[in-house]
T-cell receptor, first 111, second 111 residues
Framework: QQKVQQSPESLSVPEGGMASLNCTSSDRNFQYFWWYRQHSGEGPKALMSIFSDGDKKEGRFTAHLNKASLHVSLHIRDSQPSDSALYFCAATSSGSWQLIFGSGTQLTVMP | ETAVFQTPNYHVTQVGNEVSFNCKQTLGHDTMYWYKQDSKKLLKIMFSYNNKQLIVNETVPRRFSPQSSDKAHLNLRIKSVEPEDSAVYLC??????????FGHGTKLSVL
């Protein structure tokens, strides 16, 4: 079983809408979480990190972390067609070299 | 802009051949990685290289070996490829545990 699980597998939202992506970890050692985005034909690119409970906002992107439930979410408001991509949640523990990626959520923003 | 450069973009080979992929980063980072992305887009870490210290994911077959000449270069060699090695190989770099910067990947097809 994957240590970092994401849902849904795929998501379609209309342009201008809100996209919500979820991520759950099964390893309580994981304390640091990242969201990465991968457009077709490119490598993943880091969007934002979240290490503390609560919300973190960067532009149209808001991440939320609940360490007690090991749940992380990413919300994209005013979604744009250019946001269409594969989104990965990734987690690591203190002192670890390994960044463990979830299986990804394919987001499609329809014009 | 790209700061992690991978060559070649694509490589087609036959079972049993040896292949080598190159990776160079111009970010001044101290750690480099190789990830494997399979046909389902799952990302699995293979190696990490930091200050001449190599850390290997124990699930990586022995036919895979990283090669580094300096901290800006980390190549990947596969001694005798097998069909299950068909994938996209992504090189990345980071400064310590900060965000990873990925290259565009090398797509390997084993016939």
């Amino acid at each position: 079983q994957q240590k970092v699980q994401q849902s849904p597998e795929s998501l379609s939202v209309p342009e201008g809408g809100m996209a919500s992506l979820n991520c759950t970890s099964s390893d309580r050692n994981f304390q640091y979480f990242w969201w990465y985005r991968q457009h077709s034909g490119e490598g993943p690119k880091a969007l934002m990190s979240i290490f503390s409970d609560g919300d973190k906002k960067e532009g149209r992107f808001t991440a939320h972390l609940n360490k007690a439930s090991l749940h992380v979410s990413l919300h994209i408001r005013d979604s744009q067609p250019s946001d269409s991509a594969l989104y990965f949640c990734a987690a690591t523990s203190s002192g670890s070299w390994q960044l463990i990626f979830g299986s990804g959520t394919q987001l499609t923003v329809m014009p | 802009e790209t700061a992690v450069f991978q060559t070649p973009n694509y490589h087609v080979t036959q079972v049993g051949n040896e292949v080598s992929f190159n990776c160079k980063q111009t970010l001044g980072h101290d750690t480099m990685y190789w990830y494997k992305q399979d046909s389902k887009k799952l990302l699995k870490i293979m190696f990490s290289y930091n200050n001449k210290q190599l850390i290997v994911n124990e699930t990586v077959p022995r036919r895979f070996s990283p090669q580094s000449s300096d901290k800006a270069h980390l190549n990947l060699r596969i001694k005798s490829v097998e069909p299950e090695d068909s994938a996209v190989y992504l090189c990345a770099s980071s400064l310590g545990n900060e965000r990873l910067f990925f290259g565009h990947g090398t797509k390997l097809s084993v016939l």
